[in-house]
């Protein structure tokens, strides 16, 4: 009987471990994506920008599909135009994945851009 609760005892630690595992490397997936979605937003803005010096930033909503598994996931892209530099953009970008208001892993990324000098019309 002792014997029996023991082993019980032992294959329920060994049981918790292997969830606790589980679970952590889940969430450095999550981190993983989370820092990819960051940096596509980044560049998302970059591009919209090139095309629309006007662009002041979205919510984009990024299917599970289009990321190959089973979670969606989303990115907030901000534009501010600092004061004392107006050709230049200051892009704030969080991305959370997944797309979940509780469990997720949120990614923050703030860089400066410069805003592309317009081209001269062709003579």
């Known amino acids: 009987m002792v014997c029996l609760v023991i082993g019980t005892a ?7 471990m292997a969830f606790s595992g589980r679970q952590s490397l889940r969430a450095v997936g999550w981190q ?3 820092r990819w979605l960051a940096e596509s937003g980044i560049e ?3 591009a919209r920008l090139a095309a629309d010096r006007h662009y002041s930033g979205e919510h984009w909503v990024v299917p599970a599909q289009e990321l190959g598994g089973p ?3 989303a990115v907030n892209i901000r534009l501010e ?9 200051r892009v704030h970008v969080e991305a959370d994945y997944p797309d ?4 997720r892993c949120r990614q923050s990324k703030l860089v400066l851009i410069e805003l592309p000098k317009p081209s001269k019309p062709a003579k």
Do not use: C, F, K, W
């Open 10 to 16: 032992i294959l329920g630690s060994l049981a918790g």
């Open 32 to 34: 993983m994506q989370a």
């Open 44 to 46: 998302r803005a970059a």
């Open 71 to 73: 979670e969606a996931a």
């Open 81 to 89: 135009t600092p004061s004392n530099q107006p050709t230049v953009r």
């Open 100 to 103: 979940d208001p509780l469990h």
